[in-house]
T-cell receptor, first 109, second 114 residues
Framework: GNSVTQMEGPVTLSEEAFLTINCTYT??????LFWYVQYPGEGLQLLLK?????DKGSNKGFEATYRKETTSFHLEKGSVQVSDSAVYFC????????FGAGTTVTVRA | GAGVSQSPRYKVAKRGQDVALRCDPI?????LFWYQQALGQGPEFLTY????????KSGLPSDRFFAERPEGSVSTLKIQRTQQEDSAVYLC????????????FGPGTRLTVL
């Protein structure tokens, strides 16, 4: 079956630091890959997605590249802000979404 | 435009009570999904509708869980004889098509069973 494994948190960073959250997946087909974000007190929001191998998704300074050879979709941001503090979920879709456990990121001023 | 809405936002039930959770998807969205999110975990798939047809209910944890979408828009997730292990946030998501499209999530209903 499909599954997603992402880096455990919590992660605490200073403003302007580099952020990376590792995500690997197991899938039987050719899924689409997603990063969703949950800000404090809010619902899940799509951050970025990639639908095929070598695609790069990007949004709000975050990037992730769909790597079929390593079955990975790591999330990166070069310079984080306090407003990036949230829980980040990696997910794959073969119609329904399979989520990782989530990584809590706290950015300190 | 309006996003996915869910009601109630919070529900407290005594063990053994029945509850009904409502989801209003984005207008015109074909697909509707229900997920269960336990504290500190990622959401887990419960069931999927394409219009009014329930095409996948493999994630429903027991026969106490029942979902419907009779007219292909609003959906209701019903839990009968609630148990403490049913305490979780129940998320509804909709997407425009019947393929692996982006899903748009509602704010969730936090169910606490005492």
């Amino acid at each position: 079956g499909n599954s997603v494994t992402q880096m455990e948190g919590p992660v605490t960073l200073s403003e302007e630091a580099f952020l990376t959250i590792n995500c690997t997946y197991t899938a039987t087909g050719y899924p689409s890959l997603f990063w969703y974000v949950q800000y404090p007190g809010e619902g899940l929001q799509l951050l970025l997605k990639a639908t095929k191998a070598d695609d790069k998704g990007s949004n709000k300074g975050f990037e992730a590249t769909y790597r079929k050879e390593t079955t990975s979709f790591h999330l990166e941001k070069g310079s984080v802000q306090v407003s990036d503090s949230a829980v980040y979920f990696c997910a794959l879709s073969d119609l329904e979404l399979s989520f990782g456990a989530g990584t809590t990121v706290t950015v300190r001023a | 435009g309006a996003g996915v809405s869910q009601s109630p936002r919070y529900k407290v039930a005594k063990r053994g009570q029945d509850v009904a959770l409502r989801c209003d998807p984005i207008s015109g969205h074909v697909s509707l999904f229900w997920y269960q999110q336990a504290l500190g975990q990622g959401p887990e798939f419960l069931t999927y509708f394409q219009n009014e047809a329930q095409l996948d209910k493999s994630g429903l944890p027991s026969d106490r869980f029942f979902a419907e979408r009779p007219e292909g828009s609003v959906s209701t997730l019903k839990i009968q004889r609630t148990q403490q292990e049913d305490s979780a946030v129940y998320l509804c998501a909709s997407s425009p098509s019947a393929s692996r499209d982006t899903q748009y999530f509602g704010p969730g209903t936090r169910l606490t069973v005492l």
